[in-house]
């Protein structure tokens, strides 16, 4: 096969000479830093987007998506039973996964020894428990809260940290419902018998417990079927805002107020791809001195092999083939670099639990939990991609160089 005549100079090139083991060491050099640059933002990447994504499925698994007040809760009911989820954009529709009532409030859980602020949101029906509380805990636990009157479901963190265990009582106390008594006016309260456990593995496990909505509205001096707002479930929580701007679009903005879950916990996600961002930036500069090194070398390549450029014109090969010449060179190294450290760094990311598993090594400093890893076959691809890119860019200087050599200056004391 005949292969273009850059290539073939570019191929030879690529094999060191004696003369030139120097420039091949830098050659080399540039290679692994590109191996190395390439592999760290794989697996760094990787860990990221199972931090965020275990974030998404603990916290956001568990909180309202989108929340629908009104200022009378007669609109509330009444919006309810109506089918107004269709007058949305049909791009919006399928990721509406529920429609369901929302009744919570803040208070204080007076435990045995102490006393902890708490949000208290009360359940209904089973079928109306957000799809991604359900597996917090199994189900025999919400057939027990939603048969228990003033039944209370406390977390498994919140159980251990203050020796609680199924059974015991606890009292709740509200202070937006009061109550006249002979000492005077007294914040409502009543005790609860915890009925089940439920674990999120997350910051919601230190403060939010679960009763049935009927029980918390009579202690919140409310009717038994009432509801706060509308809360809706979607199979994407990142699709929130899309939803939101659709609902006040779609809704009377005097009488509804529209708010999603990025009002309560928008800023540790914000954090969290901030962090992410910074990572890609601070990470992708490996390559990118990797790419320093690809200029060093191919101009030391250029002073080098002059000579043969001067003939190599001289015999009339075209300023633009030179040029091609030692942009191949430049980018062979980057193609290299980024194959091997787009195949370690794939290796390291899927095997890395299991190597910390047998060696015993544990980041986390929890037993038996490893790293949330998540593997993109996609941005595998982009990261090499960007490795081979910075390559490229790195080898115009030195090939423009090379095109502009002038045979009679090189060949003048020849």
Do not use: C
Not at 122 to 150: D, H, Q
Not at 252 to 257: A, L, P, S, V
Not at 271 to 294: D, P
């Amino acid at each position: 096969m005949n292969l273009p005549i850059s290539l073939v100079i570019a191929r030879r090139y690529a094999k060191a000479s004696k003369a030139g083991k120097f420039v091949g060491l830098i050659s080399l050099f540039s290679k692994a830093g590109i191996t190395l640059g390439v592999l760290s933002l794989i697996v760094v990447i990787s860990v990221m987007d199972g931090f965020e994504g275990l974030l998404k499925e603990r916290i956001l698994g568990s909180v309202p998506h989108v929340v629908v007040t009104a200022k009378d809760n007669g609109l509330l009911e009444e919006l309810q039973n109506k089918e107004w989820l269709k007058q949305l954009p049909e791009n919006d529709q399928p990721i509406i996964l529920q429609q369901l009532p929302l009744v919570s409030s803040t208070a204080i859980l007076q435990l045995p020894q102490d006393f902890k602020g708490i949000v208290v949101q009360g359940l209904s029906l089973e079928s109306e428990i957000p799809l991604g509380l359900k597996a917090a805990a199994n189900s025999p636990t919400w057939e027990s809260l939603n048969s228990s009157r003033y039944g209370i479901v406390i977390s498994r963190f919140m159980a251990y940290d203050n020796g609680l265990s199924i059974g015991d009582k606890v009292r709740i106390i509200v202070s937006g419902a009061s109550h006249y008594t002979p000492l005077g006016r007294l914040p409502a309260q009543r005790n609860f018998k915890i009925v089940g456990l439920y674990s999120t593995d997350s910051e919601l496990d230190q403060h939010l417990v679960f009763t049935r909505k009927q029980d918390l509205n009579k202690l919140l001096k409310q009717k038994a079927n009432s509801m706060q707002a509308i809360q809706l479930v979607l199979s994407d929580p990142f699709a929130a805002k899309s939803i939101e701007k659709s609902l006040l679009n779609t809704l009377d903005k005097g009488q509804f107020d529209i708010s999603s879950w990025y009002k309560t916990h928008g800023k540790l996600f914000d954090a969290v791809k901030m962090e992410k961002n910074m990572m890609w930036i601070m990470l992708s500069l490996i390559v990118a001195v990797a790419a320093f090194n690809i200029v060093s070398a191919l101009v030391m390549m250029v002073t080098q092999k002059q000579g043969e450029v001067a003939i190599l014109k001289t015999l009339g090969m075209q300023p633009i083939d030179i040029a091609k010449v030692f942009t191949i060179q430049g980018s062979y190294n980057g193609v290299i670099g980024a194959i091997l450290g787009s195949i370690l760094g794939s290796v390291i990311t899927l095997g890395i639990n299991k190597f910390m598993l047998i060696t015993g090594i544990n980041l986390l400093g929890v037993p038996g939990i490893g790293l949330p890893v998540v593997f993109s076959v996609e941005k595998v691809g982009l990261i090499a991609m960007l490795a081979i890119g910075l390559s490229f860019l790195a080898s115009i200087y030195p090939a423009i160089r090379a095109a502009k050599l002038a045979p009679a200056d090189v060949l003048r004391y020849e």
